[in-house]
């Protein structure tokens, strides 16, 4: 396992611009997909963006377009550059770390972050 401290969340209107940053600890980072998470009051924990090992990356449809996702091994961080932000982004977000082929979904992950606000105003 990997240990994950996020950062970067804060309250923004929409049409702006958060960078969330997840820093890592553990000898096996290199080797882990990393993933961003969200989940809003009263919802389930939504799938956001992943990046293997070998720097591929996903998204959701819902943020295709407007947020990246990145990693740097050398640092163990992992990024989301969140641009065009809307009110619907607002939630908890969630730094992962796993090494199952099925990024999209939670329990595949053994590493989790304790989480960053993102707040977005209209």
């Known amino acids: 396992q990997v240990q994950l401290v996020e950062s970067g969340g804060g309250l923004v209107q929409a049409g702006g611009s958060l960078r969330l940053s997840c820093a890592a600890s553990?000898?096996?980072?290199?080797?882990?997909?990393m993933g961003w998470f969200r989940q809003a009051p009263g919802k389930g924990r939504e799938f956001v963006a992943h990046i293997t090992w070998t720097s591929r990356v996903y998204y959701s449809d819902s943020v295709k377009g407007r947020f990246t996702i990145s990693r740097d091994n050398a640092k163990k961080m992992v990024y989301l550059q969140m641009n065009s932000l809307k009110p619907e982004d607002t939630a908890l977000y969630y730094c992962?770390?796993?090494?199952?082929?099925?990024?999209?979904?939670?329990?595949?992950?053994?590493?989790w972050g304790q989480g960053t606000q993102v707040t977005v105003s209209s």
């Open positions: 992962a770390g796993g090494r199952s082929p099925f990024y999209e979904i939670p329990k595949n992950y053994d590493s």
């Open positions: 553990g000898r096996t980072f290199s080797s882990y997909g």
